[in-house]
């Protein structure tokens, strides 16, 4: 039935004129430029954590929008479709990097917080405690990216050490420890 589907082909030929646009830089008429607009505000909605309900809700009554309700769940679905946000059509990398621009948003804000409060001097440890923050952030962003690998190592591939030497040397000096060092030393097993 979908095939058959006049009005849904000319919903997949306008994506793709937004597609080519972004990713080719073809050039938009004043009309396509105005409903880009539209589609980069609903997509902010989205990305600030509105519901799909939500963002339509708006769409038909923000005056920068105007829509009604059917063009409204078309520039939904564009949206999504055109931006790999994906949710609506269960799309996983969609998903993926959605929640990666969310951490990294929000992980923008935290920055700044960190920054207004270094600046200020006010208090240190919760200046410390926002920076961990950002950088967890910012870190689980890279993950959900790619960057990083989290797959674990299985036990049996990990080396193993095969011999492991600690030192430690303490200089007393009447009666006040002047120097204490701890020194490690390990061997590992060569693997084949």
């Known amino acids: ?7 849904l082909e000319k919903v997949y030929e306008e ?9 080719d830089g073809k050039e938009l008429t004043l009309k396509q430029e105005d409903t880009l607009q539209k589609l980069e505000i609903m997509r902010g909605w989205l990305l600030a954590g509105l ?11 923000d005056e920068r929008i105007r829509l009604q309700d059917r063009r409204a769940r078309e520039l939904l679905a564009m949206t999504y479709e055109i931006f790999a946000e994906l949710r609506q059509l269960r ?5 993926k990097y959605m929640y990666s621009e969310l951490f990294r948003s929000v992980a ?10 270094r600046d200020s001097g ?19 962003a890279a993950v959900i990216d790619g960057a990083f690998d989290t797959s674990k190592i299985p ?21 006040k ?16």
């Not at 519901?51 to 769409?59: E, F, G, P, Y």
């Not at 799309?91 to 998903?95: A, D, H, L, M, T």
């Open 177 to 192: 420890v002047e120097k204490d060092e701890l020194t490690e030393e390990a061997n590992y097993e060569i693997s084949n």
């Open 108 to 117: 923008d804000k935290v920055l700044i917080d960190y920054e207004r409060l």
């Open 1 to 7: 039935m979908r095939q058959n589907n006049k009005y």
């Open 91 to 95: 799309n996983r990398e969609g998903i």
């Open 155 to 175: 036990d049996e591939q990990k080396k193993k050490p095969t011999k492991i030497v600690i030192k430690r040397k303490t200089v007393i000096n009447n009666g």
């Open 51 to 61: 519901s799909d309900v939500d963002t339509i809700k708006l769409a038909k009554t």
């Open 15 to 23: 994506m793709d004129v937004y597609r080519q646009h972004i990713f």
């Open 122 to 140: 006010a208090d240190p440890k919760a200046a410390a405690a926002l920076l961990r923050e950002y950088r967890s952030m910012i870190k689980e």
